[in-house]
């Protein structure tokens, strides 16, 4: 395993950002389709620069950093990212976010790279509540949340402003205990 390879899957790889990623990160957020229900607008290559530089400290989950920005690797090639931050320390929660190339869709990737980042967050002695949130318009996102054993708590209608329209928000979580059991997950040494 690569010092930088975090997790890996049956058929992914789920390391941690490179500078040489750009290119590829780039193809995918400056997608329309993708970039639609994300935060940011399709990504140019100074936005993509921007986004790594914030993305490559993002190393680990414990303190003082809390977070953890990964690339999901197919064969290779990048694929999507998945990434797991602390939002808020006292109450021992992480939230996790994903993005995922249409072109690598349907072959269930996105499931078992989010189920691998689920596995890290709760391999975290001291992580009890994993959240996600999504654009409700994002019916892929919400299957997959669905999928991994993410249990949907709120609906937030009108919430957020993004891109010229209100938006409603979905909430998921799912807790430590709640944690179906999954296959083993490969991990960097400690």
Not at 51 to 71: F, H, I
Not at 148 to 167: L, M, N, P, Y
């Amino acid at each position: 395993m690569d010092s930088d390879t975090v997790a890996t899957t049956p058929r992914l790889t789920l390391r941690l950002h490179r500078s040489s990623d750009l290119a590829r990160l780039v193809a995918i957020h400056s997608r329309p389709d993708v970039a639609r229900y994300l935060l940011q607008d399709p990504w140019t290559l100074e936005d993509g620069e921007a986004q790594l530089e914030r993305r490559l400290p993002r190393t680990d989950l414990a303190e003082p950093v809390g977070a953890l920005a990964l690339v999901v690797e197919r064969e290779g090639l990048l694929i999507g990212t998945v990434s797991l931050w602390r939002t808020e320390q006292e109450r021992r929660t992480v939230e996790i976010g994903w993005t995922l190339d249409p072109a690598h869709g349907g072959g269930g990737y996105a499931t078992e790279a989010v189920a691998a980042g689920l596995r890290l967050a709760f391999g975290q002695d001291d992580v009890h509540r994993v959240t996600a949130q999504l654009d409700a318009r994002n019916a892929a996102s919400e299957r997959l949340a669905v999928r991994v054993g993410i249990r949907q708590e709120a609906h937030h209608r009108q919430d957020f402003w993004s891109k010229g329209e209100w938006t409603d928000t979905l909430v998921f979580a799912v807790l430590a205990d709640e944690q179906r059991p999954r296959q083993a997950l490969d991990r960097r040494p400690d």
